[in-house]
Each structure stands twice: as C-alpha cells, then as structure tokens.
C-alpha cells in the first residue's frame, strides 16, 4: 500500500500523560498537514510543512501541540499533559507539490485519542 | 470560516444518479473546487477538483457554473458504499472543512 499511513490507529491515555502520533507520506510527496476531527465535525487544520520547514501554524495548536517533520519524510505529532479535550480523531494528508501540480492532499486513516 | 453552503443531508436511491450541490458564492479567481468524502471512522477521501472546466474521472462528474459560484458533484450510478459525509471546498492551499452533506444510499 502506498497511501499515506498513521500510527497508532488507536491510542487510549490517561489525563497529563504525553503522546506521540506519527504520519508516513506517500513517497516524494513534500507537503504534509495534520488535522484534528472531533464527532461530528468536519477536521480542522492544524498545521503543515513543505519539507522540513514548518509554514504555517493554527491557533488551534497550543503550547502542549508540537509537531515535527525532521528529514522531510515522515511527522510527529507530540501532545503533552494531555487533556480530556484533546480526546479526537487525528488526521495526517500529504500532497506533492511540483510544477503543474495543484496540491492535492491524500489523507490517512487516522489516530483516533481517547483521554480518561 | 469555511466558504461553502451544502445542505445538511440527502437521500439518493441504489443505482441512480446522486447529485450534491455546492454553493461557494465568495470564491476567488484562483480556489479550486475540490469535493472529498469521508466514510465513517476513516480519513478523507479525495474525490475530484476542478477550477473552471468540468471534470470527471472514475469516481464522479463535477459540473461548475459559468460565474463558479456553485457545483455539483455527481455519482452516476450510487451505491451503498457511497453512503458518506461529502464536503465541498474551495482552497488554494490548507483545506477548511465546513460540515458536508450527509449522503444516504436507499436499497
């Protein structure tokens, strides 16, 4: 399978602990986005990168939200002290971005948290 | 603010042709109309985009007025696997979701 991959699919934690989420491109794709989904609301975006370099930031991602794209291929997503808040679907996408291209983003399945 | 006005739900019997409207009114010379799906507890699934032009590939038809200001995204022959949230989206680069139609396949 070549899609865009996401692990761990399903990640229960309890309330103040940390955790760590990780996207897999598809292959050559540069752009990657992260985005949350909570029930019953379409996925809000959370940040993305072109290559390693962070570009842009939501104001939905607080201080406990770090993210990282070290080599350009695969991201991190870190979540620390977490809260009963945070408990949502998160989504990785990645696109290419070359010339001629429009940026079409490919999702993943998702981590899906669950915060006690 | 997502920049698109979808109806809530639809119903769309096996077999026929599902149609989704998609008003985007305040879209800019240079936003795509791109339309994703999502089926239940699984990531979003990119369906078509155009900017101008009518597209189609192997999964729908996209129909976009002459002044872009609506669409329609069209399943030509529907199936119950296309039951679905649909979202409509115009974007030049990150996606804003709105909250799609939710797309019901009758038997």
């Known amino acids: 399978d070549t899609g865009v991959s996401q692990n761990p699919r399903h990640k229960i934690t309890k309330r103040g602990q940390n955790v760590t989420f990780r996207c897999d491109p598809i292959?050559?794709?540069?752009?990657l986005y992260w985005y949350r989904q909570t029930l019953g609301q379409g996925p809000e975006f959370l940040t993305y990168?072109?290559?390693?370099?962070?570009?842009?930031k939501s104001r939905l991602l607080s201080d406990r939200f770090s993210a990282e794209r070290p080599k350009g291929s695969f991201s991190t997503l870190e979540i620390q002290r977490t809260e009963q808040g945070d408990s949502a679907m998160y989504l990785c996408?990645?696109?290419?971005?070359?010339?001629?291209?429009?940026?079409?983003?490919?999702f993943g399945p998702g981590t899906r948290l669950t915060v006690l | 603010d997502a920049k698109t006005t979808q109806p809530t739900s639809m119903d769309c019997a096996e077999g026929r042709a599902a149609n989704l409207p998609c008003n985007h009114s305040t879209i800019s010379g240079n936003e795509y109309v791109y339309w994703y799906r999502q089926i239940h507890s699984q990531g979003p699934q990119y369906i078509i985009h155009g900017l101008k032009n009518n597209e189609t590939n192997e999964m729908a038809s996209l129909i976009i007025t002459e002044d872009r200001k609506s669409s329609t995204l069209i399943l030509p022959h529907a199936t119950l696997r296309d039951t679905a949230v649909y979202y409509c989206?115009?974007?030049?680069?990150?996606?804003?979701f709105g909250k799609g139609t939710r797309l019901h396949i009758l038997p």
């Open positions: 989206i115009v974007r030049v680069d990150k996606i804003i």
């Open positions: 990168f072109q290559n390693e370099a962070q570009l842009e």
């Open positions: 292959s050559e794709h540069n752009r």
């Open positions: 996408a990645s696109s290419p971005l070359w010339p001629g291209s429009t940026d079409t983003q490919y």
